[in-house]
């Protein structure tokens, strides 16, 4: 599921490549639209998406009124899920990306990766991205990144700055890592990330848990 040239996707528009805009949908991998939530959706060993010019991402949102497992908010701009893979062969860009939980449980403001690898071969940046749970015992995860198993590299410039988190139990202003491998082959800034909660914070930039790193 390729897409060349230069792309860009927020909250009020279809996806806008250099070729024109369309709305797209696959099974196992699509771009989904509707009330409360604006997002892709990759799932899947035989899914993948490969952005082969620049990707833009400004605010997309995930947003949850349930209590139910399947419905808490997990990446407000990307979903890459049970090792589907996705690959940026340009620049990314993520901003002002958002998930928002009513009740129970909301990961990763832009992006929520389980299981799979995501590679950035250019520079990436993360500015403004949050996860907020309503729910006065509610738990945040990722600000920008919840990585669940999954492997995620950077190869260029990464950025994480202004990235948010507020909740009861809140992981990870920026990151969140859970038993994954995220690797930075070059120069990675953390600026102005911050955890909030009412209970418990921890890792104002970076949460990593389990028994692989963040290196």
Do not use: C, M, Q
């Not at 250019?122 to 403004?128: L, T």
């Amino acid at each position: 599921f390729p897409f060349v040239g230069t792309i860009a996707y927020s909250s009020d528009k279809y996806w806008t490549t250099s070729s024109g805009s369309f709305k797209t949908y696959v099974p196992h991998n699509y771009l989904e639209e509707g009330e409360g939530y604006r997002y892709i959706y990759n799932n899947g060993s035989n899914a993948f998406i490969t952005f082969s010019g620049d990707a833009t991402f400004t605010s997309n949102f995930l947003t949850s009124t349930s209590s139910s497992n399947y419905s808490y908010p997990k990446g407000g701009a990307i979903y890459n899920g049970n090792e589907g893979t996705i690959t940026f062969d340009g620049n990314a860009s993520f901003s002002g990306n958002s998930g928002t939980g009513s009740s129970g449980y909301a990961y990763g403001g832009a992006i929520y990766n389980d299981y799979g690898p995501i590679i950035f071969d250019g520079e990436a940046s993360f500015i403004d991205n949050s996860v907020i749970s309503i729910d006065s015992n509610g738990d945040v995860y990722g600000g920008a990144i919840h990585n669940e198993e999954g492997t995620i590299t950077f190869d260029d410039v990464a950025t994480f700055s202004g990235n948010s988190l507020t909740g009861d139990y809140a992981y990870g202003g920026a990151i969140h890592n859970e038993e994954g491998t995220i690797t930075f082959d070059d120069i990675a800034t953390f600026t102005d990330n911050s955890v909030t909660s009412g209970r418990y914070a921890y890792g104002g930039a970076i949460y990593n848990s389990g028994d692989r790193n963040t290196t």
